[in-house]
């Protein structure tokens, strides 16, 4: 195959490096199994950036599944929640874990209930999207619970 992409049939290997030399192109190998062996004229520089870009993007195109975090607070206002739960449901439709993590200052450990009706209060709204993995644990002054997509 020529730079235009045109077939040039099978060619012996000094015709075909003879051709490429000419053009001031590289001979690259293509497919080395195949017989005879297919090869293509091309600039190779150009062949393995347009390689790369085209595994950067298929890379790109599979990612998912990764943790984000939503930080709650246990006397939380009602639009800071909504924002969060909004961000939240942005996550779980990237497929992306969520983590929702609560952290308790001061006297507000007291009232550790308040804190987790605010997490179940979460947990319940993001039930159409993802379930939690397991109940909400503390680990010393944070609760901490991790949401999956469905």
Known sequence: MDEEGKQL???????????A?????DLVLVSPGAQPPVCRIADHGKLKYEQSK???????????????????????????????LRKAREFLEEKNQ???S??????????????????ERMIEALGDLGKAEAK???????????????
Do not use: C
């Open 9 to 19: 049939g099978v060619l012996p290997t000094q015709d075909a490096l003879k051709l």
């Open 21 to 25: 030399r000419e053009r001031g192109l």
């Open 54 to 84: 085209k595994e950067k993007e298929a890379r790109k195109s599979q990612r998912g599944g990764g943790l984000k975090e939503v930080k709650l607070s246990p006397k939380i206002a009602q639009h800071d929640f909504e924002v969060r």
């Open 98 to 100: 969520v983590k929702l």
């Open 102 to 119: 609560m952290f308790f200052r001061g006297r507000e450990m007291a009232h550790v209930d308040l804190g987790m009706k605010v997490m």
């Open 136 to 150: 909400p644990k503390r680990f010393g002054k944070n609760f901490v619970v991790i949401v999956s997509p469905k």
